[in-house]
């Protein structure tokens, strides 16, 4: 069984740039969320996808967006970079049967912002 | 709106001791479930630990059990018998349930340290 992946490991971009980030979900999983850790904080919910549609959106701006794939993979895009961008950016995938469904985590992409 | 607060940002314990990671969470809702995550430096979280709400009874794993305060709104994490793999950052995290949607909603993190 493949864990859950997430690329690029690491990115540098620059102020006013876009950002596309990647994850592949858990062998079986139908939904996808995504976090953003900034240092020495707990993670915060973005935005949450199940079968292709947005599932729920945590308090994060229009520029921050999201797609998932047939094949459940999902993207984070993130529009006009600001420095309080920099962070770990986290994917999460679940199978949603019922009412409760684990996350598994993938190891996350650190995004630094210049 | 939901929110779970860690008061320790950071705990100590030498290897083979017990541990209490202290955590509090506020929610008008009655079904939910509260799990604490374990974030080794490598950056992969992974859940240690899953108490529903619903039930009395406090969840156990190995080494690892909470005390689960409803009334209270507290649900504290021991670690037994300290390794130094368990070492990390530790996360109290909340869900509401009753539904598909699954928004974690975390506290800070406390930073474990175990000395050998």
């Given amino acids: 069984e493949t864990g859950v992946t997430q690329s690029p490991t690491h990115l540098i971009k620059t102020r006013g740039q876009q950002v596309t980030l990647r994850c592949s979900s858990q062998s079986g999983h139908n939904t996808v969320s995504w976090y953003q850790q900034a240092l020495g904080q707990g993670p915060q919910f973005i935005f949450q996808y199940y079968r292709e549609e947005e599932n729920g959106r945590g308090n994060f701006p229009p520029r921050f967006s999201g797609l998932q794939f047939p094949n459940y993979s999902s993207e984070l895009n993130v529009n006009a970079l600001e420095l309080d961008d920099s962070a770990l950016y986290l994917c999460a995938s679940s199978l949603v049967a019922g009412f409760y469904n684990e996350q598994f985590f993938g190891p996350g992409t650190r995004l630094t912002v210049l | ?116």
């Fill in chain 2, 1 to 116: 709106a939901q929110t779970v607060t860690q008061s320790q940002p950071e705990m100590s314990v030498q290897e083979a001791e017990t541990v209490t990671l202290s955590c509090t969470y506020d929610t008008s809702e009655s079904d939910y479930y509260l799990f604490w995550y374990k974030q080794p430096p490598s950056r992969q979280m992974i859940l240690v630990i899953r108490q529903e709400a619903y039930k009395q009874q406090n969840a156990t794993e190995n080494r690892f059990s909470v005390n689960f305060q409803k009334a209270a709104k507290s649900f504290s994490l021991k670690i037994s018998d300290s390794q130094l793999g368990d070492a990390a950052m530790y996360f109290c995290a909340y869900r509401r349930g009753g539904t598909s949607y699954g928004k974690l909603t975390f506290g800070q993190g406390t930073i474990l340290t175990v000395h050998p």
